[in-house]
């Protein structure tokens, strides 16, 4: 069950097993109340992974929407006079599955909890971009199960968070940032930026 959703199997069973036994006693309000939380548990705890990145070819380093939501803004920020980063702001909203995926094959290479979550992926060839992480509501913090070090693939859960997620992911200016604003992203399948002027396209 973990595949397609978050939640453990064995509650699935237990509210199934709740639908049945309203079922033989002939409660309908008991029925539709069981019913109601099994499809909303199954919607809001739903991974959005459902297949890899393979069928596209890409010459080039591609960087893969970490999570599902849409784009709410783009904007350049000078640093420094040594660096300019293009931030992709990523909101998402209240029934978006609440997964964090790792946006390609790499390592995490830095991670600092303070208000906020910034975490550093590192590719295979050590190109490195930021991601901040906060909730919308400031009570509930994302949850990582990642450590720095850790080395995953692309599409790798690494995190979850029962709210809404705002995530900003800052890219080296050479790289093309191939979203716009308002579009909406799937984690697995968007692609956020692209480096050394790739070409996508379909195989």
């Known amino acids: 069950m973990r595949k397609f959703n978050f939640l453990p199997i064995s509650l699935y069973v237990l509210l199934i097993s709740a639908l049945i036994y309203t079922v033989v006693i002939s409660s309908l309000i008991l029925f539709i109340a069981f019913f109601l939380v099994l499809i909303f548990l199954l919607v809001y705890f739903l991974n959005p992974i ?3 990145f393979d069928y596209y070819k890409l010459d080039g380093e591609f960087f893969l929407s970490p999570l599902s939501g849409y784009v709410s803004n783009i904007e ?9 980063v293009k931030k992709v702001t990523i909101t998402q909203k209240l029934l978006s ?21 910034m975490i550093s992926f590192k590719s295979k060839n050590d190109h ?27 599409n790798a859960c690494i995190g979850f968070s029962f ?17 716009y604003s308002g579009e909406l992203l799937t984690p697995g399948k968007s692609v956020i930026g692209v480096i050394n002027n790739p070409q996508l396209r379909m195989i």
């Open 128 to 154: 490195v971009v930021k991601v901040e992480i906060s909730s919308i509501y400031k009570s509930l913090k994302t949850l990582l199960w990642v450590r720095m070090g850790d080395r995953f693939k692309t």
């Open 76 to 84: 350049t920020i000078v640093i420094s006079d040594f660096e300019t």
């Open 163 to 179: 709210l809404p997620m705002k995530v900003d992911v800052l890219l080296p200016n050479e790289w093309e940032i191939l979203v």
């Open 50 to 52: 459902k297949k890899s």
């Open 97 to 117: 599955p609440k997964g964090l995926f790792s946006p390609f094959n790499g390592e995490l290479f830095h991670m600092k909890h303070k208000q906020t979550t």
